[in-house]
């Protein structure tokens, strides 16, 4: 079926669903070998289809400009042969990662002689939801395949044309493979009732993941009857406590503003104790000034730093994405917790400090899902905590928190090993 | 306020909520020691007002009698003294737990240099909706006091008196400890208006656990905006293999059908292969006749039983509680892997088999949340296990499945450890 001549959207749906269902069971037992030669044959397939994912993929952007579509939303569309590169060397990494399904933990003797322990299993279905960028078909389909469950993909309207090119090969990488096509279901239109389906399908579908604005996962968070895994905030916080190594803590405050922009982990609120507040301030605005970042400070900093402008209620709540940083001195770690719990977004938050007493305080109470000393918020990242890949970072706190790898992607269930025990 | 002055139930839970929220941030924080001190307090206090507990109960009673409550509701209503032994023993037994708060696990060096770990966390306010039983209240209290989360509580308007004689024990032990009286709130309405606000407030309660009717579970699962956990039917199978040890495949086929009738892992199908049916189904049979089990079959059972009756596909699809069985013939294991993953409600499923591959082959393709291997069925359950205590059996596969002890009430957070470092 193509966009174009899908009349019934829900019967499709439904038979999308029902396949992805089936192919989940098969999927749970495929074994780790079919499922990495998979993801090669998928990326040897793209490999020798480049010059078509570049056509196709061209046809997305020509009809972008005519929508006219911002700058930013064709940079994320635009496939580059460095952007096909990182597709291929992610296939290859998730390849390489271990296989997490069947994993039998702590087998336990219990008093009664049987023996207990939990298997790992994938969810089922994972549904995925995502806007313009077509890389996360490939990373999506390729994290979901290695965890053992069926996927059902629905790209940006934007990228139809790139995502059915990567969506032959990853059918043609499959079918290498053994493993069969509904493996990874990529929506064959861009009507927006699917997306009303795949959200309220809890029958076929296990699990919803939705990537891109906040718009569009507030509403699907609101209109979910299925669990969903999502990111919503990163309002992310550095604090200075004043036992501190100042060159230690101009270095990493600087970095979790500056390395990146745009991201997530980056800083958005700095806070600063007061004793310290005077020593560090000037040292950390010419830094922030030189990288161009511009300042807003409460009325304490703005006494140290007269130049800036005045931090409102409203900067406190801003994840600014941008080249802006908020600034609160504040008495102490109390103090701090206390902004950080209510203001915060739980995603990623640091403490810098030479103090064993606060650090351990700060990790404790501080109820965010990356918690941090003497680091930059910058690592918040599947690749930087070892998790070899990630779907995404969640700020939730039932089922999975902060960034997602494989383990996200599944559950467990116990085993039981007896010899004809009965109970008593 | 009692149940007679509430006059605006919004703003009674919001309060309440609000209440929750502030104090789970204590008690995320709260020692060991005193949580400890706290469920020991409650046990010392109860036990001390084992009279007034006695008189408030007979007040439930009395006004179910003249309700006309049926004697089985009446039953679990009851306070005797041998419940409130049992709620005692609870007390002691998860004070004597290990707290999972605050472990931290997979603490690692990266290659960055940064250490990641994870800490173990409080889920942070759960709210719990049970019918008439009043030990539910201790045992879920307890259980969400020694794993650091606020608890609002919500019992059957049936057990109203004792519901608030146990409240008030409850919040003298937290005081006795040190911890806010707002750690378990007990609602103080039997507005069933209350509930839905319980459910539709994710800004206050993190997570809902209902216990008690599959009405009642499926009413709130599909009213709630908050994440449930949640228990449905337990439509639990045994299979007995051709490759079988038959004493030991007929003492585990009794006990899991016959230790007890009214229980979730309790066997409702059994299904036989073919080949050892005529074998072992006569010696199953006169079994199952001794303990008064109406046995319902499928054409070939009828053949080797002629006296039982016909099993119809509803058979399959029942959750008896009751002393009846249905049972089918098989060809092998691939028809009782599909039967079970067709007709049951992944909840608990044996087989019966010495034969390597088959045993490993069921515990990988049979989704259920328990998968066993020669033992029954019956064994499903969190101290069985080995968990300590239970708040519940989960059938679904989010965040926790199948028995829930205290981990299933927790989450974790990345914990980030550096000296200085900045992401490059």
Redesign the interface.
């Known amino acids: 079926m193509t966009h174009t001549n899908i009349t019934d959207i829900a019967t499709y749906m439904r038979q999308l669903g029902e396949q992805a269902r089936t192919t989940s069971?098969i999927l749970?037992?495929a074994t780790t070998k079919a499922k990495n030669a998979a993801l090669l044959a998928i990326a040897a397939d793209l490999e020798a289809k480049r010059p078509l994912l570049l056509t196709e993929n061209s046809k997305d952007l020509d009809a972008g400009v005519a929508k006219g579509l911002s700058q930013a939303m064709l940079d994320r569309l635009e496939l580059t042969t460095s952007r096909i590169d990182s597709m291929l060397t992610g296939l290859h990494q998730i390849a390489a990662l271990v296989d997490p399904i069947?994993v039998i933990t702590d087998l336990?003797y219990?008093p009664?002689g049987?023996q207990?322990g939990k298997?790992r299993?994938p969810?089922?279905v994972v549904g995925i939801i995502y806007e313009s960028r077509p890389n996360v078909t490939v990373d999506a389909a390729a994290l979901c395949l290695k965890s053992g469950n069926a996927t059902v993909l629905r790209g940006g309207s934007e990228a139809f044309h790139s995502n059915q090119a990567i969506a032959a090969s990853i059918h043609q990488g499959l079918k290498v493979a053994g493993l069969p096509a509904e493996s990874v279901q990529i929506l064959a239109t861009t009507e927006r009732s699917a997306v009303d389906y795949m959200v309220t399908m809890p029958e076929y579908i296990?699990?919803i993941i939705p990537r891109g604005g906040k718009g569009l996962i507030e509403r699907i968070n609101n209109q979910s009857k299925v669990?969903v895994i999502k990111h919503l905030d990163g309002i992310c916080h550095v604090y200075i406590d004043d036992q501190v190594?100042i060159?230690?803590?101009v270095?990493?405050a600087v970095?979790a503003k500056t390395?990146r922009y745009g991201t997530c982990n980056t800083m958005e609120t700095l806070l600063v104790a007061e004793k310290v507040a005077a020593t560090i301030l000037p040292i950390l605005s010419n830094a922030y000034q030189e990288h161009g970042v511009e300042l807003r400070g409460c009325q304490t900093t703005q006494k140290l730093l007269p130049n800036i402008i005045a931090a409102t209620e409203a900067d406190w709540e801003t994840e600014y994405l941008a080249p802006i940083l908020a600034i609160k001195v504040v008495p102490d770690l109390d103090a701090a917790i206390l902004h950080i719990?209510t203001y915060g977004s739980q995603h990623t938050d640091?403490i810098l400090t030479e103090n064993y007493d606060r650090a351990r305080r700060f990790?404790?109470?501080v109820?965010?899902?990356?918690?941090?000393?003497?680091?930059?918020t910058?690592?918040?990242d599947g690749f930087?905590?070892?998790l070899g890949a990630e779907i995404g970072i969640s700020t939730d706190?039932?089922?999975a928190?902060?960034?997602v790898g494989l383990e996200g992607l599944t559950?467990?269930?116990?085993?039981?090993?007896?010899?004809?025990?009965?109970?008593l």
């Open positions: 069971r749970a037992r069947g336990n219990q009664t049987i207990v298997m299993i969810l089922g296990d699990v669990p190594n060159n230690q803590a270095a990493v970095n390395q719990n640091a990790l404790v109470e109820d965010s899902s990356s918690v941090m000393v003497n680091a930059s910058r690592f918040a930087e905590y070892g706190k039932f089922h928190r902060g960034p559950s467990q269930k116990f085993v039981v090993l007896g010899s004809g025990h009965i109970r």
